[in-house]
T-cell receptor, first 116, second 117 residues
């Protein structure tokens, strides 16, 4: 069975600094997708970034980028120039590809605090 | 684009009553919708997957007779919590996926907080 592990329950970063959130996963599949979702206090889940496993290039979205290490099954999220609005729970998620239903398997989350 | 709404956002009900939660994809057709449950300070747990026009697929341990899911159209799925009890109090979140491939991204509704007295 696929699993997603986030080993950092809480992280803190100073405003304008950079922070990296860790995520590892376990799967025997070769076709899958990885996501980072953000859940602010409003509890609305927001997609931050997405990575296709078949792509070697790391995904980037403005200040957000990932370090995807397929062999190590690692998928970390880097937030550059952190802003107060980045404070939230961040969930790493995995979805099987290849025409599957695309069910998301979530990690337990990392609570990110941003200090002014 | 890709907006998903949920209604109601909050509901308080008495034990033994049934509660219906609606999930709508506003600007796209959702072939698949998902229902999650989230306890305080915990991650999302998938309850069931529903495809338009067919029966929902429930995750292990989720009572299908208690959590009735209907996906009658490409833009609407409903979750009915039947004979609700205090232990059913939780935050319920739906998501919708556009298209038919597992590669498509899920978009989430804002969630519904259910409190059963």
């Amino acid at each position: 069975a696929q699993t997603v592990t986030q080993s950092q329950p809480e992280m803190s970063v100073q405003e304008a600094e950079t922070v990296t959130l860790s995520c590892t996963y376990d799967t025997s599949e070769s076709d899958y997708y990885l996501f980072w979702y953000k859940q602010p206090p409003s509890r609305q889940m927001i997609l931050v970034i997405r990575q296709e496993a078949y792509k070697q290039q790391n995904a980037t979205e403005n200040r957000f980028s990932v370090n995807f290490q397929k062999a190590a099954k690692s998928f970390s999220l880097k937030i550059s120039d952190s802003q107060l609005g980045d404070a939230a729970m961040y969930f790493c998620a995995y979805a099987l590809g290849g025409g599957s239903q695309g069910n998301l398997i979530f990690g337990k989350g990392t609570k990110l605090s941003v200090k002014p | 684009g890709a907006v998903v709404s949920q209604h109601p956002s909050r509901v308080i009900c008495k034990s033994g009553t049934s509660v219906k939660i609606e999930c709508r994809s506003l600007d796209f057709q959702a072939t698949t919708m998902f229902w999650y449950r989230q306890f305080p300070k915990q991650s999302l747990m998938l309850m069931a997957t529903s495809n338009e026009g067919s029966k929902a697929t429930y995750e292990q341990g989720v009572e299908k007779d208690k959590f009735l899911i209907n996906h009658a159209s490409l833009t609407l799925s409903t979750l009915t919590v039947t004979s609700a009890h205090p232990e059913d109090s939780s935050f319920y979140i739906c998501s919708a996926r556009e298209g038919t491939s597992g590669t498509d991204t899920q978009y989430f509704g804002p969630g519904t907080r259910l409190t059963v007295l």
